[in-house]
């Protein structure tokens, strides 16, 4: 079945969809209604149920799967859901909530070998150990959270895809740049945003914990890594300067990180960190667009505007 | 015996000085010499020794103690020391380097005392215990210490005395002020500048250790406060309430706080460091100025430069 | 009877209120209808009025009170009042519009004793002469205007009574550094924000008159402190200390001030203003939250939500 | 007689010049130099007096002139007057001061017939009373005052030069665009700089006023528009709308306008204040420079070095 | 008859106006309608069609032309336009798309003629050349284009007026200031923004193109006089000076010009060309403004609102 | 023979240097000097030949090469050689001026052969053949030019080495990120510099040329591809899209790039031409440092410091 952001205007539509965010309103003749953003693997839609009352509302709340009837529709510019009919899933439905949510393309077991295998690589026997010890205590989240509540990776497994996009990076950089400490990089990059498993409320529909709030995933991880340092009794530079790696990564104070990049290492942690981030929000609204045209504008990439050549029709995609 | 720097151009001098800072030059016609900066309480003077030998580079370096005999003479509008003679200061002379530093006015067992009673005066066991314990652990190096390197308070104890002064304000406020909670602002107080015993190397010629470059004094602290806390075994809101006061001082990202202040009282923290700085570097540059006149420009109040007024003279003095 | 603002959703109301706000508007299928905001002391309430021909909106304009009765509803997560009756108030109702205002928690009279005690602790006459002068000349105004139009002590005698607060903070802070002068520091926080008065309209919904457009408060004032000592046939250095403790407070070029401060004792002015009027704005955001929780944002705040910790439940309220 | 300026390394010196500035200074082996500027009113130039006495650092001071011989050398790329005599110049030698200093290419009773030609044309009368009587109250010094102390307009007359090309300048844009009000911007050019006469502490070698430094230029004159109209018993917006763009005329804050133009004709007035001041500073540097070549930079115009074409050999001069 | 914009609320209304936007829109019943925003040459405003189906949205789309009748009434402070009848015109109504644009008060022969005479002026043969060359080739767009899609000369013809405007004005200030090059100054005008007819898709509705997306009118423009001068066989300096005056005429990199202006009349440039397009948008809001009231805010202009004061009444208008 | 950055103080040096800049002094007493800053591959070091004639200052300019013996001393912390003879250079000594500059790790026909395979690997045709054709035609100047006048690569051939460098990080991220056009990647890193060879004026010791300074290398490139594509009868949206990548190479308006940019593959290689410069740069001042220090700072780099961990010693070096 075609994902619900690819249907056309007139298109036909039934089956289950998750609700992603349920809102009541009122016509100015004081007629409540609810506002639904549906939601599948591909992305979201929105509908009206018109007339509904306080039971609806009850029933048709954020987080919960419902089956529809009905056909997509434009309204100003945009695809929208006319709903002929609604109603929730039962449990003899057979659905889960993990088909409708956007996960990373590589399955969660692949992700933890590959993270396995560079930390075998790690020749410090101090950097590994801290590395592994950190890995082993949040690993579960680490691989199911987004890498962000939004503008990149933010999908089920986001965290760990984005983190293995950048140390495949940091491997070709490690070969053409010699000088470059190939455990200091490795070690910065898999623990550089692991911080957000506290600073996040979950895997879906993230928000803020308070921690995150007053703190921030960069302080929580410094200190995480050093009482991880106390706990296993390790001593030495190493645990400063992954420290640094993780305090420095955002680049300046103007960007949450109260010390910039001191180390080598660092500084190019940030430029990796930087590049997949900015590669994954342009690959998605590039997706989205013809050859020939102009992508919506990205917030994230100061408002900007990306087009899409027309020589990609023949040789890209 | 008055101060070095409230001496006159004619004036006689001799008496023991502390070398501040030696530094070697050569003549354009090849003849070696050193500048020499002398310090006593009152701050400093400069001077060079003609002909200075590689013996005398020795001799008279940073830190040492010297005898000299010369008079005071006025160099393009600055006071420098004509030296006649000058000699090391042998034990037999009996004079210790603490007598030319500049100290806290405040003794450091009557500023121990004070801070004891502010910790006394807090209701809430947990913070109340939390401080007791870093300032025990801390205590030798936090009644010795600058608050800065540079800028104000940059004197033996001067941190301690930065912190009771911060008190004696966030004492008058909360009267003022009854939504102010007394604890927590007590306590971030205390805190908040802690971090300056691991990041600055010592009491005298501070300078910075490899993780006050690397983490800063902010992270620093934040760590000690959730180490103390497990050490203690408590738990609680209130732990990342004092993080969080610590985290956020500076106010804003660009000035070195992650995270800005979410908290009342660490709003009103900020401000009572900022007004309690300021008003040392004002006072330092006004009492070195007559009424009627403007003082030098002070880089670290945006190079300004401050009136003093004439009324001074009868009233304030 | 509970103010308006404190009441829940169901809650039935019969009670006078204050038009703050009236606005015409026309459903989609060209009916017209009144939206009007009722304010008491306790803040405001939105209500729809249907159906409302040209004389309602006559009837019910801003500025004008009415005996409503009705109830409170809920609409997208905001309290709204549900119009079931609606009549203007008659002078035989006997209910004035003061009954309506926010006001500052203390009476007139009171905050003229105190300001009256101040002016009499100065010690410079001339300083002392131009202040009492220029209260006299503003002294109904200064007593009843707001403030500011928004942000901070909007309110009737909002002006004098944040005057008074910055005094008490000043009479602590020249105890504690009595390098300040008290006349200076005194005389400036009183005539600071007195050219409001000319600034803005009134004491009740004020907005800019055209000198407050094209001066601004701060320029209207030092023009007054000249003229003022022209009449008083006063001269000296006074004057212009005066002129620029109002033209520099507040702080910096980009910010109003053309001068930033030259005078310690305008530097100091130019923090305690800062900080009753943060305090001020912070209170009342917390006020209206509950422990545990954040805030709303605060535009004038860096748009930053402040949260209240659920310690403050035992120990503050 | 060439001026200074013009002189080549080479060129033989002997005759009258300006002590511009004179700093005395000390040889490495401790004997007393003085290094001298001369002025003329093409420019200046440095030379040193070696074995310079006590006697000498007084009969060479500032402001005073001299009979000197010797020749031009060229050290470090800049020319330099070696001396080969110096003597103070005496009445008999019947030099006065204003010979030396640059000043501006029209008399002052030309321009002083121009401006009141300006005024004469206004129609407004109100306007035309006001300006007229501010400008006879400060006509001596408007006259003499410079228009600035650095960057451009800093000679004798630059403030009324500068006036002129202004109101040069308005005269063909009234024309251009006749919505213009022209009374309203020539009253506001030929006021918007006059407070620098009570800014500058005189017409040569100008300081600035302890008024200049607490206040400005700007709030000085606003003042003087209120007294002034006071005085006149004139009522009405004309005087408002003439404090306005004195006030705005730098327009924005942060380089000293409270409020930024909001007249029509005070942003006008910035413009032409503007244009004709870089033109002057542009002029000096350009006129310095071969065609073919590059100016010195000029930090007034953010630091910026200006290619003068070849093609103005033929063209321009 | 008068223009739309010039009607009052009660004003019957019967005549032909051009279509300039129209968008569907769906009551919260669900029942469709057209929003149509009409335009005449004084400007435009708005209707609502009830009951709008398919059909109505195919026949009022934007650029056509149509008979309405109805009246104005005033919605929220705005006048709109209540529709009783409206039909599309036909060939038979003999109207034409140019009777309701905005066009510059100035015939294009007449501004060509005036162009002409400006070039015939240039002495220096190569300028004069290149520029006649490009104007040639240009030509047709260049007296038909706006100088801007928006913010100021936004209507037909508006490039070629903008840029006589300015031509006028750097006649009188080569006049004033005679170290100005006259042929650099006027090609520079002439060429500034020539580019926009490539930027921009065409007079009336314009949009940007694809190169005026990825390059913009300045690059295009400085590749313009470069394959110019090569057709031509031009070399010289001349040529770089007039790429350079149009790289830089945006003043600043931040603004679009990657570099600085480096030539006087690079500078001069700049400003008048940001002083027609401030008179021009000024102009615009302050003629829709009645005496002693402020206009509406001006983004383009800080988003400032001006004042026009009442003694224009009697003199301006 | 070690490089004479490499040596010592004491050290005895007897050899052949090239002068890289020569510039008079005068002693305070009268005597001229001629301060040399002579340079080998290693980098530079300053000396002082005293008692320097006219004849001297003749024999011993700037990219002269000379025989020195002599010996290193430290001076105020730096090291510099004091000289005991110097005489030039003859052609019968048999030295050239190459031996003495610091040049690309790669021989030029080495960097040559890579980049043809990289053009090879192009599947456009288009983009391939202009590509080919401006590699061609500055084919001498690009293997030569460094890549800047400081900062970065700046040294002989450093062009060519960077843009190889970053061609290799491209190659490893299209491989990784497949939806990246290879092509137009592989291009504009070839061009996105190339016009340097007209903005500097020679490959060793550039300066600006005129074209360099009005224009900059950007817009010169722009036009040469114009060109280009009009030489070689090439239409289509290729010559843009290549255009564009050079045009936004710098990322923002304010790093002189007057569009953002707006493909995907101009992001990229905005991120890339970064990464291999900072890497040069951090490499450049990392390699002079010890393990366990702190580099010097580095201006381009907003003046940061680097540390270098210990742990560096046993596993990098």
Not at 92 to 99: C, K, M, P
Not at 201 to 205: F, L, M, P, R
């Given at each position: 079945m075609k994902g619900i952001t690819f249907l056309k205007a007139g298109d036909p539509v039934e089956q289950y969809l998750l609700i992603k965010q349920s809102t009541k309103g009122v016509t100015t003749t004081g007629k409540p209604f609810l506002t639904l953003i549906f939601q599948d693997r591909s992305g979201d839609i929105e509908a009206k149920l018109w007339d509904a009352g306080d039971e609806d509302e009850k029933k048709y709340q954020a987080q919960s799967i419902v089956k529809v009837a009905g056909e997509i529709h434009n309204y100003r510019g945009k695809n929208q859901l006319r709903l002929r009919q609604i109603r929730p899933a039962t449990p003899?439905?057979?659905?889960?909530?993990?088909?409708f949510l956007e996960t990373a393309p590589v399955p969660k077991e692949e992700m933890m070998d590959q993270l396995t295998q560079y930390i075998f690589e790690m020749k410090n026997p101090t950097i590994q150990r801290l590395t592994r010890h950190l890995v082993k205590k949040h690993q579960k989240e680490f691989l199911e959270?987004?890498?962000?509540?939004?503008?990149?990776?933010?999908?089920?497994s986001g965290l760990a895809f984005h983190v293995l996009s950048m140390l495949h990076i940091a491997k070709s950089l490690t070969a053409l740049y010699p000088s470059l400490n190939k455990d200091l990089l490795y070690a910065g990059i898999i623990l550089h945003d692991m911080g957000k498993v506290e600073e996040l409320?979950?895997?879906?529909?993230a928000s803020y914990t308070l921690e995150g709030n007053l703190l921030g995933h960069i302080s929580l991880m410094v200190n995480e890594i050093g009482q991880a340092a106390k706990e296993l009794e390790i001593e030495g530079e190493e645990v400063l300067m992954l420290q640094h790696m993780v305090l420095s990564h955002h680049g300046k104070a103007e960007w949450g990180s109260p010390k910039p990049p001191m180390l080598r290492e660092a500084e190019i942690l940030h430029y990796i960190d930087n590049l997949d981030a900015k590669m994954n929000m342009m690959d998605r609204v590039i997706n989205r667009t013809k050859p020939g045209e102009f992508t919506e504008r990205v917030f994230a990439l100061e408002n900007r505007s990306f087009y899409k050549p027309q020589m990609y029709e023949e040789e890209n995609e």
């Open positions: 003899a439905d057979g659905v889960s909530i993990g088909e959270f987004p890498a962000a509540t939004k503008n990149h990776h933010e999908f089920v409320s979950g895997a879906v529909s």
